[in-house]
């Protein structure tokens, strides 16, 4: 090869990794910024409820004071790293920030690694995790912070601690809005789950039945619901006992 094309070769590969380290430079989490919570006002980006993403549809959850959950957590950086949030914000990988599916941005949301028992306080501007059964995407900053980059994936718990100060209890004004649990061709498994919700949640669950060409349905219902935030605190609570397949019905 000759020598001042290898010469070139050379000056642009270290170049490229000069780069790429720039991009994705370490950082010492005792520097990271920590935030103070607080009740900031709702995004006017980012907030519109109900929205679909692949073919699912999430609801924005209006009471979110003393929400927690237990699951996984990923972390996203570069690939993101100056694009716009959910709420029209530039994410910076550098923060401590994350996005999640239901919450209301901005939210401040303490997540606890639950390996090594490592805590950081993050701010939720973005929508995500939409992949698996994560709970939370993280930036770099915060995954950083738990010290779970390498791995990729966190076993976590989160629990909001502050939350928008401009939440409103929207009411639902077209047709009756049912929760309904499950739609089963057996009549005793629908009652079951219908007194396993009963009990979770203290109010009256009902079974109905559907005649269809195939035989009946037994629809096992909440409701009807008056507010929007009724539907996410009940999705909250039934999906937080095992109930996971729970749809929200307008008749």
């Keep these: 090869m000759n020598r001042n094309l290898c010469f070139i070769l050379i000056g642009l590969l270290a170049l490229s990794a000069c780069g790429r380290k720039d991009k994705y430079r370490d950082i010492d989490t005792n520097s990271i910024k920590p935030w103070s919570p607080q009740s900031e006002p709702l995004s006017k980006y980012g907030n519109h409820s109900p929205y679909r993403v692949y073919g699912k549809t999430y609801r924005v959850n209006n009471h979110p004071n003393g929400y927690s959950e237990t699951g996984k957590a990923s972390w996203y950086g570069k690939k993101f790293h100056g694009r716009q949030t959910s709420n029209q914000e530039v994410f910076d990988m550098y923060k401590l920030t994350a996005a999640h599916k239901t ?19 993050v701010r939720v501007n973005d929508r995500g995790p939409f992949v698996g059964d994560r709970i939370i995407d993280l930036s770099y900053a915060a995954a950083k912070a738990l010290d779970f980059v390498n791995d990729g994936i ?4 989160i629990r909001v601690v502050a939350s928008p100060r401009d939440l409103v209890d929207k ?10 649990l499950g739609a089963f061709s057996d009549k005793n498994a629908a009652y079951n789950l ?40 009940l999705i909250n609570q039934i999906t937080a006992n095992g109930i996971s397949d729970a749809k929200v019905i307008t008749e």
Excluded: M
Excluded at 104 to 121: F, H, R
Excluded at 171 to 180: E, H, K, R, V
């Design 154 to 157: 966190a076993n976590v718990h």
């Design 171 to 180: 009411p639902i004004t077209q047709g009756s809005t049912y929760l309904q």
């Design 103 to 121: 919450l209301p941005l901005p939210s401040y949301v303490e997540v606890t690694n639950k390996k090594n028992n490592k805590k950081v306080i």
């Design 194 to 233: 219908a007194r396993k919700a009963s009990r979770i949640l203290g109010i009256e669950t009902f079974v109905t039945i559907l005649s269809t060409h195939t035989g009946a349905l037994h629809r096992v219902r909440i409701g009807p619901v008056e507010s929007e935030s009724k539907v996410n605190q």
